[in-house]
């Protein structure tokens, strides 16, 4: 007679568990946390630059050169974060230095009072640089079609992406960055807007309405008109 194969049993599970201790070191872990010295200042308030929008410290990394931070990069932070310029290493703008006396001190004026700042040259000769400006104009498309553009924010620090976004916003139309015939950047919106846009700008960026002008015609013809009147 053959003889059957006896049944394997199951085996027997052990009556100890991998996770023994486990609940002593869940209330190590705990006492660790209450122990735990956290800053009472959290959270931590980040400072983000207003022209490339990420912290200053990583500003020389935003650029198109490595390593260096952009003039708009560095005249936010003079303007709003001096300290952690100077510890950044960032050189003062030259249109904020005004040597004492002679034509270094009226180009210091002039600068501060939105005119040309003087700039020194080898000699002791002085070139006057542009002034910083802002030019808005109203140009007619096809048919009733108007777009207006506005140039020169940037030379104030500011992001012309960011300052889209704000315009499509406010005036509920398109707004895009183009470029321009002479390689620069200025930025279009949808619509005759050019009167609402003047105060946006002004509230917005803190520009002064004297740095802004209404450009009025095209060529060699355009004239400017102060958009404070």
Not at 6 to 26: A, M, P, R, T, Y
Not at 174 to 181: D, F, K, L, R
Not at 188 to 214: C, R
Request: hydrophobic content about 35%; proline content about 7%; overall charge neutral.
């Amino acid at each position: 007679a053959k003889t059957m194969p006896k049944k394997k049993g199951k085996k027997q599970e052990s009556s100890g568990s991998e996770d023994d201790g486990s609940d002593d070191e869940v209330g190590e872990a705990g006492e660790g946390v209450a122990n735990l010295n956290l800053d009472p200042k959290y959270p931590l308030q980040v400072t983000y630059c207003g022209a490339c929008s990420s912290p200053p410290e990583f500003c020389p990394w935003m650029g198109t050169k490595a390593g260096k931070a952009t003039d708009e990069c560095k005249a936010w932070a003079f303007a709003n974060v001096p300290e952690l310029a100077a510890k950044l290493g960032y050189e003062p703008p030259e249109a904020a230095a005004t040597p004492a006396g002679g034509e270094g001190a009226a180009g210091g004026e002039a600068g501060a009072a939105g005119g040309e700042a003087a700039k020194p040259m080898p000699g002791g000769k002085t070139k006057k640089e542009a002034t910083k400006e802002v030019h808005v104009s109203s140009k007619q498309r096809q048919k009733r079609k108007f777009v207006c553009t506005v140039r020169g924010l940037e030379l104030f620090g500011i992001k012309l992406a960011d300052a889209c976004k704000i315009f499509k916003k406010k005036f509920s139309t398109g707004a895009s960055v183009t470029e321009t015939p002479d390689n620069k950047e200025e930025i279009e919106i949808q619509g005759d807007v050019k009167d609402d846009v003047v105060p946006l700008i002004v509230k917005e960026f803190a520009i002064p309405i004297a740095n802004i002008f209404y450009i009025e015609g095209t060529g060699p013809k355009a004239t400017k008109v102060p958009a404070g009147g």
